[in-house]
C-alpha cells in the first residue's frame, strides 16, 4: 500500500471524537460568510426599533411625550406599555419585571418603549427625543443598605452543618473579614438583536441571537397572548453569550415583536453597545462577611459566612445564581461545621443575570480568600494549608461529603495539584520570588496555586433534559438539529463527532443545523457548562437509533444478528463482507427502513431539596489547578500577569483543541473579572463604565508569553458522553490564582512593613487603584 492511500485509509477508519477538529464555523468565519442575526437578509418593509431608556434611577412614571420624536422624518410611532395585548409582565420565573415600565421606573436604562423608524438611526435618533415624565424617589444603590432595610428580591435562604458555633469556639484560631467582589459586563462582541417577522395566521418567525430559544418563544407568546405553537424562534449562531443571552435576549424579542404587531412589518432591533451597557445586566456583585476558626495547621474548625447578592432590580436568575453561590462556597475543601446564609438583594440597577460560571466564582473567591488569609496568618505556604483542607477521596476519613449532603466520589484534586505542582516548578518559583521580594522594594512578585471543584448540572433540574434530530439522507449525509445553542463554543462541532462516530461515517459526512423551536420542542438554555453533555447524548441516541435500523435491515441481508454489524470509516460491515454506508442507506430506503429519528436524554442521579438545598444538585464534578505569577508596582498598584499554567480535568475530551481553547478563554475572562473590568454606578444610579472608553476587558497585551495549558486524562467517573466532562465555566474559577497571587505579592510588602501576618485586604477587581489602597492598608 502506497503512503498517500495509507494516510487516506487511516484518516477514513479515524474516529472523530477525541481528534482536534477544525470549529464548524470557523472556515465561514474567516471568510466572513458566517451569519448572524444583523447578516440575515432583511425582508422588504422591515422597520427598525430603538429604546427609550430612563433617565432616573427610581422614580413615578406619570406619562410619555413623543412628539418630538413623532415629528422627526422617518418615524413610524412608538410602542408603550398600553400596546402589549398580553401579560405586561415578563414570563420569568419571578414574574417581577414589567416589559416596558408602566407607574414607576426601577433603573436607569430601564426601557419604557420603543420609537419604530424606517432607519436605525432614525430610530435611534427620535428614542432621545422623548421626553418622560418622571417623579424621582429615593434610590437604593449600595446592597448594604438594601440588606439594612430587607429589600429583597427573592427570601434569603440559609444552609448549615453541624455546629459552626462550637467550630468556632474549639478553634486554636479565630479571623474574621469583609471582601467586595464587583460584577462583570458580558461584553459579547455582538450585542443583543432581535428580528420578528409576522407570518400568516398570527405567527411569528423570530431570529433571535439567544441561548434559549425556547424561553424566547414562550416569552413572546406570553406578551402577544397566543400559543407558543405560534411562534418559531430560530438560532443559527451568536457572536458570543457568556450568560448574558440565557434570558435577557428574551427582552429584545418581545419588545421587537411588539413593535412588528402593532405596525405590520417586519422589526428588527439591536442596541448599540452604550445602550446595551445601560439596560442589560451584568454578573452579580457580591459582598461578605466571615468569622473562620482554624487549627495550628490551617485546618478549617467552623465557619460562619454570610453573602450579600446585588441582585439589581428584579429575580431574573438570581435566586439560582445565589443558590449556586452556596454550592460552591466550599470549592474544593471539607467544612465540618458551617452556616451560610445568602441574601438577595434588590437596589435600583439593571437586573443582574447569569454570566459564566453562574454564582460558582463568587462562591469559589471566598472561601480562597479566607484559606489565604489563614496561611498569612499563621505563616504557611498556602498551596500547603489548602491541600490541608481538601475533600479526601478515602470514605473512611469522613472528609468526603459536602455541606449540602453530596458525596464526592470521584475525587482527583490532589492528583492533579501534585501534577500541577511539579510540571509548574511550583516550590522552586515560590522560593526564587522570595528572593527577588527580599533584593526588591519597588517591584514585589507573588505566585499562587488554586483548584476548583465545579458541580456540573443544572440547580434547576427540570432543565436538565435534552432533545434531538438526526436525519440520514439517501446520499449518505447527515443533518443533526438540537435543542443547544452555538455561541462560539464548538457545540456542534462536538455534537457533529459524536454523531459521525456513532454512525461510523467521517465527519465531514455531518451537518448541524440551526437551533429552532420548530424542531426540538421545549428546550433547555445552553449553559451550565451542559451543552455537550445534554445535546451530544441525545444526538447520539438518534443516531443510535438509525444506526441500529440499518443494522437490523443488514443482518436480515447477511443472516447474522444485528450485533455482529460494525460502522466504521463510511463502511458497513459484517462477518460476510462489507459495503459502503451510502449503499445500505440506499438499499434500506428501497426497503422502506425509517433514516431519521429522535433521541431524547434526561441526566440521572440528580436530586436535591430546594429548601434546604440539600441532596445531589450535580452529576459529577469537573477539577482543575492553575498556578499564576504576578508583579505589582507598589508605587502606583499596577500589576502585570507574568505566568500561567493550567492543568484541567476534561475527561476524556471529545475535541482537544477546542476544549484548550475554551481553558483559556475562561481563564483570561476570569482574569478580566479580577483585574481590569470594573463596573462603576455614580451616586445617582448611572453606569458610568458603559463602553470600551471606560470598561477595559483583558486584551493580547494583557495575556503573558507563558500560557501553558494542559488536560489531565481521565476518563469521567459517571456515564458521560464520550467519557467527556463540561469545559465552558470551570476553568473561569481557575483565574482566581490571578487574585491570590496579586494578595501574595502584596502580603510580602506588608511583610517589609513589619506585618506579615497580616491579612490583605483587596477589592475585587484588582484595579491599580484597588492594589494601591490594599498597599497601604496595614494595621494600625
Not at 478553634?171 to 443583543?192: I, P
Amino acid at each position: 500500500m502506497n503512503a498517500p492511500h495509507e494516510a487516506a485509509l487511516t484518516a477514513a477508519t479515524a474516529q472523530a471524537v477525541g481528534q482536534s477538529a477544525f470549529h464548524e464555523s470557523a472556515v465561514a468565519q474567516l471568510k466572513g460568510e458566517a451569519q448572524y442575526v444583523d447578516d440575515v437578509p432583511e425582508v422588504r418593509g422591515t422597520l427598525y426599533a430603538a429604546p427609550i431608556l430612563s433617565q432616573v434611577a427610581h422614580g413615578q412614571l406619570h406619562g410619555v411625550d413623543a412628539s418630538a420624536a413623532l415629528a422627526l422624518p422617518g418615524v413610524r410611532g412608538v410602542v408603550l406599555a398600553a400596546d402589549i395585548p398580553g401579560d405586561p409582565i415578563l414570563a420569568a420565573f419571578g414574574h417581577d419585571e414589567p416589559i416596558f415600565a408602566q407607574d414607576t421606573v426601577q433603573h436607569i436604562g430601564q426601557v419604557i418603549g420603543l420609537v419604530v423608524a424606517d432607519s436605525v438611526m432614525a430610530a435611534r435618533r427620535a428614542a432621545r427625543k422623548v421626553q418622560c415624565d418622571i417623579t424621582p424617589l429615593p434610590a437604593l444603590l449600595n446592597v448594604h443598605d438594601a440588606h439594612r432595610v430587607q429589600s429583597y428580591v427573592l427570601p434569603p435562604v440559609h444552609v448549615k452543618r453541624g455546629d459552626a458555633a462550637a467550630g468556632l469556639a474549639r478553634a486554636g484560631h479565630r479571623l474574621q473579614g469583609t471582601l467586595e467582589v464587583g460584577g462583570q459586563e458580558h461584553f459579547y462582541l455582538e450585542g443583543q438583536i432581535a428580528y420578528a417577522l409576522p407570518m400568516e395566521q398570527d405567527q411569528w418567525w423570530i431570529y433571535s441571537s439567544t441561548q434559549h430559544p425556547g424561553e424566547v418563544q414562550h416569552w413572546v407568546a406570553h406578551a402577544l397572548d397566543i400559543g407558543n405553537h405560534a411562534v418559531t424562534v430560530q438560532c443559527r449562531r451568536m457572536g458570543g453569550g457568556f450568560g448574558g443571552k440565557e434570558t435577557q435576549s428574551g427582552h429584545l424579542a418581545v419588545w421587537a415583536t411588539l413593535a412588528a404587531r402593532k405596525f405590520n412589518a417586519p422589526v428588527k432591533l439591536r442596541l448599540d453597545r452604550d445602550d446595551d451597557f445601560m439596560v442589560t445586566g451584568k454578573r452579580h456583585p457580591f459582598a461578605y462577611h466571615w468569622d473562620v476558626g482554624f487549627d495550628d495547621t490551617g485546618r478549617i474548625t467552623g465557619l460562619q459566612l454570610e453573602m450579600l447578592a446585588n441582585c439589581g432590580f428584579s429575580a431574573d436568575l438570581s435566586g439560582p445564581v445565589a443558590d449556586r453561590a452556596i454550592f460552591h462556597a466550599d470549592n474544593a475543601y471539607f467544612l465540618s461545621d458551617v452556616s451560610i446564609s445568602s441574601y438577595r438583594c434588590k437596589l435600583h440597577t439593571q437586573s443582574h443575570t447569569a454570566f459564566r460560571g453562574f454564582g460558582g466564582p463568587q462562591g469559589v473567591i471566598v472561601i480562597e480568600t479566607i484559606l489565604g488569609d489563614i496561611a498569612r496568618t499563621l505563616g504557611l505556604d498556602a498551596l500547603a494549608v489548602r491541600r490541608r483542607n481538601y475533600y479526601e477521596a478515602d470514605p473512611a476519613a469522613g472528609r468526603d461529603v459536602t455541606h449540602y449532603q453530596m458525596r464526592v466520589e470521584d475525587n482527583i484534586l490532589l492528583p492533579i495539584t501534585q501534577k500541577l505542582e511539579q510540571s509548574a516548578n511550583y516550590p522552586q518559583r515560590l522560593k526564587a520570588i522570595a528572593d527577588w521580594n527580599a533584593r526588591n522594594d519597588v517591584i514585589q512578585r507573588g505566585i499562587a496555586i488554586t483548584p476548583v471543584k465545579f458541580g456540573i448540572s443544572f440547580t434547576a433540574t427540570l432543565f436538565n433534559q435534552a432533545g434531538a434530530l438526526v436525519h440520514v439522507y439517501t446520499d449518505g449525509t447527515v443533518q443533526v438539529n438540537h435543542g443547544g445553542t452555538e455561541m462560539g463554543q464548538g457545540l456542534h462541532t462536538k455534537v457533529a463527532q459524536i454523531v459521525a462516530d456513532e454512525l461510523g461515517v467521517p465527519l465531514a459526512q455531518v451537518k448541524v443545523t440551526a437551533s429552532d423551536t420548530s424542531k426540538v420542542p421545549n428546550a433547555s438554555a445552553t449553559a451550565a457548562s451542559s451543552g455537550t453533555d445534554l445535546n451530544g447524548r441525545a444526538a447520539q441516541y438518534a443516531a443510535r437509533s438509525v444506526r441500529d435500523n440499518l443494522a437490523a435491515f443488514v443482518a436480515g441481508l447477511d443472516h447474522c444478528g444485528a450485533g455482529a454489524v460494525g460502522f466504521v470509516g463510511g463502511v458497513v460491515r459484517t462477518p460476510k463482507g462489507e459495503r459502503a454506508f451510502t449503499d445500505v442507506v440506499q438499499a434500506a430506503y428501497a426497503n422502506r427502513i425509517q433514516l431519521w429519528s429522535d433521541g431524547f436524554y434526561r441526566t440521572p442521579k440528580i436530586h436535591y431539596d430546594k429548601t434546604t438545598l440539600t441532596g445531589r444538585p450535580f452529576y459529577y464534578f469537573a477539577y482543575g489547578a492553575a498556578c499564576t505569577e504576578v508583579a505589582i508596582d507598589t508605587l502606583t498598584g499596577e500589576s502585570r500577569v507574568l505566568a500561567i499554567d493550567v492543568l484541567y480535568d476534561a475527561g476524556r475530551s471529545i475535541n482537544p483543541a477546542i476544549d484548550i481553547g475554551q481553558v483559556e478563554g475562561g481563564f483570561i475572562q476570569g482574569m478580566g473579572w479580577l483585574t481590569t473590568e470594573q463596573l462603576v454606578w455614580n451616586d445617582k444610579g448611572l453606569l458610568t463604565t458603559h463602553a470600551p472608553s471606560t470598561y477595559k476587558i483583558p486584551a493580547t497585551g494583557d495575556v503573558p508569553a507563558h500560557f501553558k495549558v494542559e488536560l489531565f486524562e481521565e476518563p469521567n467517573h459517571e456515564d458521560n458522553v464520550g467519557g467527556s466532562k463540561a469545559v465552558g465555566e470551570p476553568p473561569f474559577m481557575l483565574a482566581i490564582s490571578v487574585y491570590e497571587a496579586l494578595r501574595h505579592a502584596i502580603g510580602s510588602h506588608h511583610a517589609k512593613q513589619g506585618h506579615a501576618h497580616a491579612p490583605v485586604q483587596l477589592e475585587a477587581p484588582a484595579t491599580a487603584e484597588h492594589v494601591l489602597n490594599a498597599l497601604q492598608a496595614l494595621p494600625s
